[in-house]
């Protein structure tokens, strides 16, 4: 099955800053990539997915790059409300497989 | 809107059995394929296993192949997860997800989740 690295595991960034968080897959996903925002006690959220493609109602401060192996999901200047845990998951190949997610914390 | 609600979790023995539900409204239930996620305390997400709109086609991850039963009931807008054979490792808040079938599948809308606790 196909690994999913995200990096760094825990993210520290103040409010109004931008926020990198990185994916790297074990082999070529294409761009079947999404990208998942949890925040503590609830689901996971759909927050973009072809590797770039907003989900419907997120903010356009959130956005999504890249192809093949390597993902970027950029923040661009964070609000109070973005402070969660962020997965990404790989849907190229059969199982389906998360990251470990990286915790964005307040600096 | 697309709601999805989880139930059926409870505390178990090693070795016992659970069913859990999800009760989906506010789309087509059987226009979509579906999907049981678990994530278990303090961990990431794992994809146990999906079905197919109308029930034919299911997957099941290897940790759980032979144990768990995905089905689904149409006509009552309903997903379930039987679960047999459970062990320690089982135990998990199990999500509901409406999947979008491309590749091997995404999840849009997830429901809140129902906990499953096996423990001696």
């Known amino acids: 099955e196909i690994v999913m690295t995200q990096s760094p595991a825990t993210l520290s960034v103040s409010p109004g800053e931008r926020a990198t968080l990185s994916c790297r897959a074990s082999q070529s996903v294409g761009s079947d990539l999404t990208w998942y925002q949890q925040k503590p006690g609830q689901a996971p959220r759909l927050l973009i997915y072809?590797?770039?493609i907003r989900a419907t109602g997120i903010p356009a401060r959130f956005s999504g790059s890249g192809s093949g192996t390597d993902f970027t999901l950029t923040i661009s200047s964070l609000q109070s409300e973005d402070f969660a845990v962020y997965y990404c998951?790989?849907?190229?190949?059969?199982?389906?497989?998360f990251g470990l997610g990286t915790n964005l914390d307040i600096k | 809107q697309v709601q999805l609600v989880e139930s059926g979790g409870g505390l178990l023995k090693p070795g016992g059995s659970l069913r859990l539900s999800c009760a989906a409204s506010g789309f087509t239930f059987s226009d979509y394929y579906m999907s049981w996620i678990r994530q278990a305390p303090g961990k990431g997400l794992e994809w146990v296993s999906y079905?197919?709109?109308?029930?034919?086609?299911?997957y099941y991850a290897d940790s759980v192949k032979g144990r768990f039963t995905i089905s689904r009931d149409n006509a009552k807008n309903s997903l379930y997860l039987q679960m047999d054979s459970l062990r320690a490792e089982d135990t998990a808040v199990y999500y509901c997800a409406r999947v979008i079938h491309r590749g091997s599948g995404y999840s849009d809308y997830w429901g809140q989740g129902t906990l499953a606790t096996v423990s001696s």
């Open positions: 998951q790989q849907y190229n190949s059969w199982p389906p497989t």
């Open positions: 072809g590797a770039s």
């Open positions: 079905i197919s709109g109308s029930g034919t086609t299911t």
